[in-house]
């Protein structure tokens, strides 16, 4: 459904953030984008829904395809228009409308007579959102903004939804909920979703494939039982030493030559 390859992202001219990145996302799947901080995952999500302009980034090398036509060219509202939804970092609700009006904002595209139907099944999804319906969502706790986030995008209909670290900040019950959600869109409805996530583990868990990133190229790629299983995955990205003690200096050098080794 969605097919990058080569591309490359410059920040202000000057900063290289995502290089010669290639990555598959099939139609009904749940691809994960792993990889730390800085490592160039949310420049990927931007680059494919447009909106890398206001941070004066751009795209200076190679493509991006969604249902085998460019996206190169097109316009960050067409892109929505053409299915595809896109939940950034920090959920960004409209923090003084209420519930109900900010899914009925994400619904625009659409249009006003398939809201109120579309607002049931998403409170269908997020049960624990349906009684806050009126309240103003600057008040909901941060996970509860998140389902509202995911519940806007959802409002559109889109067939790909870019999830950008919908963990983050939250409990750990909270973003059991959250993801169980994401499974349920793909295994329900069908949606085609690419997850970015610190929290390798989790997105590992949902995923059906899994891209990992570190400073702005893939290092690594596959199914989820061969990330699970793959010695320097478990190593730097889901804390598990084989020891169980605590790193020394030599470890620290080792983990720099592997991280090396890795990129
Ligand atoms: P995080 O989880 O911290 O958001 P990430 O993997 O999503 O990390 P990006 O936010 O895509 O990483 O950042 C990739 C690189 O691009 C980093 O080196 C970052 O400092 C740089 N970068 C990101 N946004 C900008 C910007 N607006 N201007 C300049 N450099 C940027």
Known sequence: MLNITNLQV????????VRD?????????????????????STVLKAISGVLYPEKGEITGGSITYLDKSLGQVAPY?????????VPEGRRLFDTLSVEENLIMGGYVRGAAEAPAMVEEIFGLFPEVRVHRQRISGYLSGGQQQMVAIGRALMGKPRLLLLDE???GLAPKVIADIFQAIARLRDEFGMTVLLVEQNARLAISVSDYG?????????????PDQLL???????????????????????????????????
């Open 21 to 41: 990145v290639s990555l598959n996302v099939p139609e009904g799947k749940i691809v994960a984008l792993l990889g730390s901080n800085g490592a160039g995952k």
């Open 229 to 263: 299983e793959n010695d320097d995955v478990r190593e730097f990205y889901l804390g598990v030493q084989g020891s169980g003690e605590r790193r020394s200096m030599r470890d620290v050098k080792h983990y720099k030559r592997r991280k090396r080794w890795l990129s």
């Open 211 to 223: 891209y990992i990133m570190d400073r702005g190229r893939v290092v690594l790629d596959g199914p």
């Open 10 to 17: 410059f920040y202000d001219n000057a900063v290289e953030a």
């Open 78 to 86: 067409q892109i929505v228009r053409q299915g595809i939804a896109h």
């Open 166 to 168: 919908p963990s983050l």
